[in-house]
């Protein structure tokens, strides 16, 4: 979420410093202080539980966050990152219940960072702590021959770049269909994790066709990886469906559109020079080409006005409102929202998802608003395909 979507503060459900750790309740404390702890223990109870969802294949499972800490921002084009902020960040977003961390092994240093980051868990947290956090990360081979040789040292280096015996979701990307050597690759990145190197098997990117070959084939995968917003509803159309009758369940990103959901590009008019806020990081022009794919700036700010008018109804902001309305989707276990990891933040605002309920009304306005663009499964195929057009 774009820190300028931060305007209206919530209070926060952060988990107590570890460095001052006490379980609720804890023998000691003063009647009216246990009273009032209880109370807030049990409430913070309540809120974990809304942000967990457990990914499930066969005997494979993974618990995670259903708003994920996405990490393609440490990859250039955002700002510089230093790594110790970065590492200060992470562990706030983690003190504060958002305990999955999303990577890939292009990601610049965001497989490193996390290794330091959860080597400072390890030190400085409680065992229990470490057992919700959650490092997902990405392969994207090259188009070689998928041998297990190449497959197990790919993953090793992740493995030694995040500092993990093994780790909890390893998510597959393929670029071209026409080469079957995607289901080579599976197969092997299925060993490794009979091996224990990996503890869930995943997608990234592909398509409902591809992935029903995938699961015909006996190979466990838990979720896929895929664009979605209320701008890119295709993962609602044929994917939805065979997640429903699989149980696989659906990762998203781009849900805020790199920050264009929000109240910075609210009353925006992009057509006039230097008149509007800058396209000036990588993902805000990725999703300004979906939103002219889908409709056009016009169109745009009529669906933005429909969300500032649900947010203002609640109490949250237009970003918030638009990661609820995904969440809410069939099969979407989590939605991925962006992480400038020292330079903004927006702890509040993702635990105010939790917060709320979008009512039928705002679920109905929502909908009409999206339908008003083009259907983008017509204009650019199903989900991945936008990466693997001529």
């Given at each position: 979420?774009?820190?300028?979507?931060?305007?209206?503060?919530?209070?926060?459900?952060?988990?107590?410093?570890f460095g001052k750790w006490r379980s609720c309740g804890g023998d000691g404390w003063r009647s009216r202080r246990m009273v009032v702890s209880r109370t807030r223990c049990e409430a913070s109870t309540e809120v974990a539980e809304k942000k967990k969802e457990m990914l499930k294949n066969g005997k494979d499972s993974l618990e995670?966050?259903?708003?994920?800490?996405?990490?393609?921002?440490?990859?250039?084009?955002?700002?510089?990152?230093?790594?110790?902020?970065?590492?200060?960040?992470?562990?706030?977003y983690a003190d504060a219940g958002l305990t999955t961390f999303d990577m890939a092994d292009h990601y610049g240093p965001a497989e490193?960072?996390?290794?330091?980051?959860?080597?400072?868990?390890?030190?400085?947290?409680?065992?229990e702590y470490l057992e919700n956090v959650r490092g997902l990360t990405k392969w994207v081979p090259p188009p070689v021959k998928?041998?297990?040789?190449?497959?197990?040292?790919?993953?090793?280096?992740?493995?030694?770049?995040?500092?993990?015996?093994?780790?909890?979701?390893?998510?597959?990307?393929?670029?071209?269909?026409?080469n079957p050597g995607y289901l080579d690759a599976l197969k092997h990145l299925t060993d490794l994790k009979d091996a224990g190197k990996i503890k869930?098997?995943?997608?990234?990117?592909?398509?409902?066709?591809?992935?029903?070959?995938?699961?015909?084939?006996g190979i466990p995968v838990v979720s896929n990886q895929v664009q979605h917003s209320i701008v890119d509803m295709r993962p609602q159309q044929r994917m939805a469906e065979l997640c429903q009758l699989t149980g696989v369940k659906l990762i998203t990103y781009g849900t805020v559109m790199g920050g264009l959901l929000s109240e910075k590009f609210l009353d925006t008019n992009l057509t006039i020079p230097f008149a509007g806020p800058k396209l000036n990081t990588p993902s805000l022009q990725k999703y300004k080409r979906m939103i002219d794919a889908w409709g056009g700036w016009s169109l745009f700010q009529a669906l933005l006005q429909t969300?500032?008018?649900?947010?203002?109804?609640?109490?949250?902001?237009?970003?918030?409102?638009?990661?609820?309305?995904?969440?809410?989707?069939p099969s979407v276990a989590g939605s991925m929202v962006g992480v400038r990891l020292g330079l903004s933040e927006h702890i509040n605002d993702v635990n105010a998802v939790f917060s709320f309920v979008l009512g039928e009304e705002d679920t109905n306005a929502i909908r009409e608003a999206s339908e008003k663009g083009r259907d983008l499964?017509?204009?650019?195929?199903?989900?991945?395909d936008e990466y693997r057009r001529a």
């Open positions: 979420m774009a820190a300028s979507a931060l305007s209206i503060q919530h209070a926060s459900h952060n988990f107590p410093k995670i966050c259903r708003v994920i800490n996405g990490m393609w921002q440490t990859s250039g084009g955002w700002g510089r990152i230093d790594r110790n902020d970065a590492v200060e960040a992470m562990l706030k490193d960072l996390y290794g330091i980051f959860i080597n400072r868990v390890r030190k400085e947290r409680p065992p998928m041998t297990g040789n190449f497959v197990r040292e790919s993953i090793d280096v992740s493995r030694k770049r995040m500092d993990v015996a093994a780790l909890d979701m390893l998510q597959f990307h393929w670029w071209d269909y026409s869930t098997v995943a997608l990234t990117n592909f398509d409902t066709e591809r992935l029903q070959i995938i699961l015909e084939k969300l500032k008018s649900v947010a203002t109804k609640h109490g949250v902001s237009i970003a918030t409102v638009a990661v609820r309305y995904i969440l809410d989707q499964m017509e204009v650019i195929g199903d989900c991945g």
